[in-house]
């Protein structure tokens, strides 16, 4: 008997934490009902008593004067704007990390030399869903006119047996000829270059980003 | 929402006839959606190398185990799987070639995966002194790294994720982690051939074939 009495107090400090664990202790209100699918609309970041004191100073106490018995650490969860399964997963992984990507790909446009970055620029997405299409051009054009770069709402256009030819030829060799086809027909003046975003494999969860300007065709990334 | 707690005869109930299971959270990228199904040869034309950091969060024969099964994933993939001792310089195939006095075959895509874990939390309870540690709540980082043949770094992510010991009955928290840590793996390494690819595209310049 000596010894549960020992194992339950040698465990209440670790009971007593877990007990206010908002996600994962035995008390937490979500254990009832779906507590693992709870857990999956959140994202989670583990971090210091300190960082979590800095980052939200009136919801988090101070440790007591003369130390702790618990080793404190706190995690801050946010919830997903979407719930899981409202949206297919490959466009749901894309608009999930939207911000950070057309940030990364504006930056690589913005990198470039400066006769290219000066010219105005218009951005095409090739995309599966158009919705989904649509979201990823706003994004990306409002990144890059936050990087100082000059952007149209313009669209290049082709001829219908252009954009016929280009639908049966694999992409590697269509992004070339498109951008040749673009500057032959004037679609794209001297002074316009194209950022074209795409989606090269169905499969994957990135975006591929490339430009045209004067004929000449270069992927990015 | 609200939702209540619950009841304290179920509580007790737990805590006379259950046991101490496994409650796992996927705190940040295990649980981002996948698009690739690890079900098909997603992977029929690519070599891959695998090695697993030890650390403070995986010893030696763990990270053997994992690079195992991270191979087998692979295998299973159509992936040409070679794993690499931890500590072990990368290898280039040129060089190997040249010193078997073989000529250098037209490269098939290769990419090396390189994992590493990262202890962020541990609670453990001591119950008899050096005798007997219950780890109850533990939040472990894998720093997964994707690399083409030059070294040329293609993706990068972090998987944390948290298992708490309670009281219950059942619990499928492996499954859960070897579901999301696998499928993630898989997905990413897809993006870094993509990006291996399409990155190769834009080397080759028109009229060079």
């Not at chain 1, 990144?143 to 100082?148: C, I, P, S, V």
Request: glycine share 8%.
């Amino acid at each position: 008997m000596e010894f549960w009495i020992y194992v339950l107090l040698f465990s209440l400090p670790s009971l007593v934490e877990y007990a206010r664990d908002p996600v994962a202790g035995p008390l937490a209100p979500d254990l009832m009902a779906g507590a693992g699918e709870a857990l999956r609309g959140l994202d989670c970041e583990a971090i210091s008593h300190v960082t979590a004191r800095e980052r939200y100073p009136g919801r988090v106490t101070a440790p007591p004067p003369r130390g702790d018995l618990l080793d404190r650490q706190a995690v801050v969860c946010r919830a997903r704007l979407m719930p899981p399964g409202v949206r297919r997963a490959r466009d749901e992984a894309i608009l999930g990390d939207l911000r950070r990507s057309s940030e990364e790909m504006a930056g690589l446009v913005a990198g470039l030399a400066d006769p290219l970055r000066e010219r105005t620029w218009l951005v095409e997405v090739y995309y599966p869903d158009p919705q989904v299409a649509a979201k990823v051009q706003f994004a990306t054009k409002n990144a890059l006119l936050e990087q100082g770069v000059r952007v149209t709402d313009r669209a290049p256009t082709l001829a219908a047996g252009d954009v016929e030819v280009l639908g049966r030829i694999d992409p590697q060799r269509a992004w070339p000829l498109a951008c040749t086809r673009y500057v032959a027909t004037d679609s794209l003046g001297a002074g316009d270059a194209l950022m074209g975003v795409a989606l090269r494999d169905r499969r994957a969860t990135i975006l591929n980003v490339g430009y045209c300007a004067d004929g000449d065709w270069r992927w990015l990334r | 929402m609200v939702r209540g707690s619950p009841p304290l005869a179920l509580i007790l109930t737990s805590a006379i006839l259950g046991g101490c299971v496994d409650v796992y959270q996927p705190m940040t990228g295990l649980h981002r959606p996948i698009a690739i199904d690890i079900g098909y040869t997603n992977f029929a034309d690519l070599d891959l190398r695998v090695r697993c950091r030890a650390s403070a969060a995986m010893d030696a024969s763990q990270a053997g185990e994992l690079c195992r099964r991270v191979a087998r994933l692979f295998e299973n993939q159509g992936a040409r799987v070679e794993v690499l001792r931890d500590g072990a310089p990368p290898i280039d195939d040129a060089e190997e070639a040249a010193a078997e006095g073989e000529t250098p075959k037209a490269p098939r895509a290769a990419l090396s995966i390189e994992i590493a874990g990262r202890e962020i939390r541990r609670d453990t309870t001591t119950i008899i002194p050096w005798a007997w540690e219950h780890t109850s709540d533990y939040t472990i980082a894998q720093d997964i790294s994707i690399r083409d043949e030059s070294g040329f770094l293609l993706a990068a992510d972090t998987f944390v994720f948290r298992f708490v010991s309670r009281i219950g009955f059942f619990s499928d928290a492996e499954e859960q982690f070897s579901a999301d840590f696998y499928g993630q793996l898989s997905q990413l390494a897809l993006n870094a051939k993509v990006r291996r690819r399409v990155l190769a595209e834009g080397q080759a310049r028109p009229g060079s074939g």
